[in-house]
């Protein structure tokens, strides 16, 4: 049973930054972040390829977050830059082992979840 653990959420001021962090099934898996505010639905934030060259990301988060990942440590991270107060929220990375381009942000086509790390941005 693959387990994922997601770390480094906390409280940050908005305009701060926090990176989170995920141990990986291992390099074969494609991995992704999503997030889920209080009352609303589970959303895509990014997601990276296999060999990590090949990243996605919502509109919300575009050229404030960056997702990489070190195969060599099987972790998958996701830096978050000039926070906003609506980036609160639990964030979840999930691993799926056989995931095409036009699926990367759908939550299905995820085979493993972590529990979630809370992150909360103060106005």
């Known amino acids: 049973q693959v387990q994922l653990a997601e770390s480094g959420g906390g409280v940050v001021q908005a305009g701060g930054s926090l990176r989170l962090s995920c141990g990986t099934p291992?390099?074969?898996?494609?991995m992704g972040w999503f997030r889920q505010a209080p009352g609303k639905k589970r959303e895509f934030v990014a997601a990276i390829g296999r060999s990590g060259p090949a990243t996605a990301y919502a509109d919300s988060v575009k050229g404030r977050f960056t997702v990489s990942r070190d195969n060599a440590k099987s972790t998958v991270y996701l830096e978050m830059n000039s926070l906003k107060s609506e980036d609160t929220a639990v964030y979840y990375c999930?691993?799926?082992?056989?995931?095409?381009?036009?699926?990367?942000?759908?939550?299905?086509?995820?085979?493993?979840w972590g529990q979630g790390t809370q992150v909360t941005v103060s106005s």
């Open positions: 999930a691993a799926g082992n056989r995931i095409i381009l036009s699926s990367l942000r759908r939550a299905d086509a995820y085979d493993y």
């Open positions: 291992g390099r074969t898996y494609t």
